[in-house]
């Protein structure tokens, strides 16, 4: 259980309020974590529920580690019913709770990454980080969140700004992935889990640079082992940023459609690479697309199921390892690794 940290996790902890979060003398914070509730005791995968609760408390021993070190800010642990679903609208009253504070952490089971533009973070003038599936691996020496995050910010904004000015981006994988990426400049992002001042927001661990909006077609291939409860190498058929055909075996395609919530074809709503060197955990879903050389293609989910008889969930994510990124033809990524 999360019931105590290890001695040496707690320092990579008091790292990230201080480093990464930013937090500030008498600043207020809140530590946000999703809960089931008893209907969900009932019916939900124990698998799931046991991590969940073992999250609610892992959210506590961190406020408690905040308190102690931060005894003149305010900083609360904050609970709300778990929605069961990746990317959920939250309530509008959970919502205005949480913009009560100048810091948000929220460390769930379901993403809520996109229920805060950074528009409305910076109209209320507050900084959010969020860790969904979190695992103490997180915190670990040498882990994702301690590293040096001053060089990670130099890599993923000499990679931003290539793609930035980039009219064609090809991207290509030794297992038979192939696609070319026209991106939308106005929709490229990057993030280095550095939150230092109001409207930023970021994923802990953080690590990477995002394409949003753009064209995208060819050829992508996730090898077998690498989406959670798929034991197949899977390949996707991409037209205009349009997943149009999954080619597995017959099994892994039944699974694929089924946790899309509908039929063919899928939109593609960004593509992100991995520029975290620490992050090595890869039954961790998002310390797995951070991971340096790894390239992650984002479906949207057309309608969130999940089976009492599964023990994942599935966030219409799809990593590839090793990658080749050309950009105007000039190699940036070459196996994984970064040519600057």
């Known amino acids: 259980?999360?019931?105590?940290?290890?001695?040496?996790?707690?320092?990579?902890?008091?790292k990230m309020f201080r480093d990464?979060?930013?937090?500030?003398?008498?600043e207020k914070m809140i530590i946000a974590t999703d809960y089931a509730r008893p209907k969900d005791m009932m019916i939900k995968p124990v698998e799931i529920l046991e991590k969940i609760i073992r999250r609610n408390f892992l959210a506590r021993r961190i406020q408690e580690i905040a308190k102690d070190n931060y005894p003149n800010n305010e900083i609360d642990l904050f609970c709300y019913p778990c929605p069961w679903e990746q990317y959920p609208s939250l309530?509008?009253?959970?919502?205005?709770?949480?913009?009560?504070?100048?810091?948000?952490?929220?460390?769930?089971?379901?993403?809520?990454?996109?229920?805060?533009?950074?528009?409305?973070?910076?109209?209320?003038?507050?900084?959010?980080?969020?860790?969904?599936?979190?695992?103490?691996?997180l915190f670990l020496p040498e882990g994702p969140m301690d590293m040096d995050f001053q060089k990670l910010e130099r890599e993923a904004m000499t990679l931003y700004s290539k793609c930035k000015k980039a009219e064609k981006i090809r991207i290509y994988t030794d297992l038979g992935t192939e696609i070319i990426v026209e991106p939308d400049p106005k929709h490229i992002k990057y993030e280095t889990g550095i939150l230092s001042y109001p409207g930023k927001k970021a994923n802990f661990p953080p690590g990477e640079v995002t394409i949003s909006r753009?064209?995208?077609?060819?050829?992508?291939?996730?090898?077998?082992?690498?989406i959670e409860g798929i034991t197949a190498q899977v390949k996707?058929?991409?037209?205009?940023?349009?997943?149009?055909?999954?080619?597995?075996?017959?099994?892994?395609?039944?699974?694929?459609?089924?946790?899309?919530?509908?039929?063919?074809?899928?939109?593609?709503?960004?593509?992100?690479?991995?520029l975290n060197e620490n992050a090595k955990n890869p039954f961790n879903q998002l310390e797995l697309e951070k991971?340096?050389?790894?390239?992650?293609?984002?479906?949207?989910?057309?309608?969130?199921?999940?089976?009492?008889?599964?023990?994942?969930?599935?966030?219409?994510?799809?990593?590839?390892?090793?990658?080749?990124?050309?950009?105007?033809?000039?190699?940036?990524?070459?196996?994984?690794?970064?040519?600057?």
């Not at 259980?1 to 008091?14: G, K, N, R």
């Not at 990464?20 to 008498?26: F, G, K, R, S, Y």
């Not at 991971?291 to 599964?310: D, H, R, W, Y």
Request: aromatic residues 12%; charged residues 20%; hydrophobic residues 40%.
């Open 214 to 226: 753009a064209n995208i077609n060819g050829v992508y291939t996730i090898p077998k082992g690498w």
């Open 236 to 274: 996707l058929e991409i037209k205009d940023s349009n997943i149009i055909a999954i080619l597995s075996d017959e099994e892994s395609v039944r699974k694929l459609q089924r946790w899309f919530g509908g039929s063919l074809p899928y939109t593609i709503n960004s593509l992100a690479v991995g």
């Open 91 to 137: 309530d509008e009253e959970i919502k205005n709770h949480m913009f009560n504070y100048d810091l948000i952490y929220v460390i769930s089971k379901f993403s809520v990454y996109k229920s805060f533009s950074s528009k409305e973070l910076e109209k209320h003038e507050i900084r959010a980080a969020f860790s969904p599936g979190l695992e103490t691996t």
């Open 291 to 340: 991971m340096k050389g790894v390239a992650n293609l984002a479906g949207t989910l057309k309608k969130q199921t999940i089976s009492p008889f599964e023990t994942f969930t599935f966030a219409g994510h799809f990593p590839t390892p090793n990658i080749y990124l050309e950009i105007e033809e000039e190699l940036v990524i070459k196996n994984g690794k970064l040519l600057f």
């Open 20 to 26: 990464n979060l930013c937090i500030q003398e008498n």
């Open 1 to 14: 259980m999360f019931s105590y940290l290890d001695a040496d996790v707690v320092p990579i902890i008091l």
